[in-house]
């Protein structure tokens, strides 16, 4: 039988803590499931048994098809996307949102789906706005969203995204978080708010691989920019808050992780044209001493003269790429 609830929590960057935390202070078979992401990439996470050893309740890494089960801790695996169909966990390998996968927003949007007013959504510590999205999904399908305050978080800007984005049910320190979910998992659920929104049904069927395209099509507009990840065209997202650009194979950003990935494709761009002047000084250089070798000054002379042009060249991009990595410091 379906639990009337599921708890879904995103964390990234200074979210272990929060999460052994969290953890450890949930009652021993807490009458919900539970299904964690934390930024973690590709890398091996020995976080189940972290979780396992500080708390109560059960905690594993999800495998695909597993059916929900109150007391149970799921954690998205590396490098998989956790999805929700009903009480069903789905992972895969479909693009990465906000540069990660596992990414928070396809978990929430899924959970916001399929469970309506029946989730909860919590975003604790984490850097930039990965779950504000997904949370925002959550809330516009009738279910609840808390938040951790960012003055309690190890990396506020994740707590704080959400709350600029989404009207939260509830923003409290770390230790108020289990006994928030306790008394809300014991209570009725939020009121019905009607059919899940068509930004949300389409995002989802976008994470399943369901007609990618034509589902972009529908929910968004050409924006004249390319996306960072693959090149393809990025399409604004009608209606969504907050803003958010997707390309038609199914990579997702927000401002602020478009913004960081235009960033780091500026300074590979740069570094490349550094390197590419450095080489090209090297040559000129090798080639005005054989000329020199054999007698041809002005032929010498003129390949230096232009080696030294591409020095300056080089010296010039270095000092951009220096004054913005002090910049960004």
């Known amino acids: 039988m379906k639990e009337p609830y599921v708890v879904v929590i995103g964390a ?4 272990i803590p929060a999460l052994l935390e969290l953890a450890s202070a949930l009652p021993r078979d807490f009458a919900a499931p539970v299904l964690v992401v934390q930024h973690i990439g590709a890398n091996r996470s020995i976080l189940p048994e972290l979780l396992s050893k500080h708390g109560p309740n059960r905690a594993v890494h999800a495998s695909d098809g597993d059916r929900l089960q109150r007391g149970t801790i799921f954690i998205a695996p590396p490098d998989h996307h956790m999805l929700l169909e009903g009480d069903r966990i789905t992972l895969n390998l479909g693009a990465k949102e906000n540069h990660a996968r596992p990414a928070i927003d396809p978990l ?7 469970w309506g007013r029946g989730v909860i959504g919590v975003i604790l510590s984490g850097h930039l706005d990965d779950g504000a999205a997904g949370l925002q999904a959550i809330k ?29 049910d509830l923003c409290v320190p770390l230790p108020e978080i ?24 389409r995002e989802v069927e976008i994470n399943q691989g369901i007609e990618r395209m034509e589902n972009l099509l529908r929910i968004g507009t050409p924006s004249g920019l390319t996306c960072p990840d693959c090149g393809g065209a990025l399409f604004e997202l009608e209606g969504a808050r907050p ?16 913004e960081q990935a235009q960033d780091d494709n500026t300074d590979q761009a740069l570094r490349s044209g550094v390197r590419a002047l450095q080489e090209k000084e090297i040559l000129l250089r090798r080639l005005a001493a054989v000329a020199r070798q054999t007698g041809q000054t002005s032929e010498a002379a003129a390949g230096e003269k232009r080696a030294n042009e591409f ?15 002090f910049r960004s410091a």
Do not use: Y
Request: hydrophobic share 45%; net charge neutral.
């Open 12 to 15: 990234s960057s200074g979210g």
């Open 108 to 114: 929430f949007r899924s959970a916001a789906l399929h």
């Open 140 to 168: 516009s399908c009738g279910g609840r969203a808390i938040v951790q305050d960012p003055s309690s978080a190890l990396e506020p800007s994740m707590p704080r995204s959400a709350l600029a984005s989404v009207a939260v």
């Open 178 to 201: 289990a006994p928030a979910l306790v008394r809300m998992v014991a209570g009725a659920p939020s009121p019905e708010v009607g059919a899940p929104p068509d930004l949300v049904l």
């Open 243 to 258: 803003v958010r650009f997707r390309c038609h194979t199914g990579h997702a950003f927000s401002v602020s992780s478009l």
């Open 311 to 325: 020095r300056q060249q080089a010296a010039i991009l270095t000092r951009l790429i220096e004054e913005e990595d």
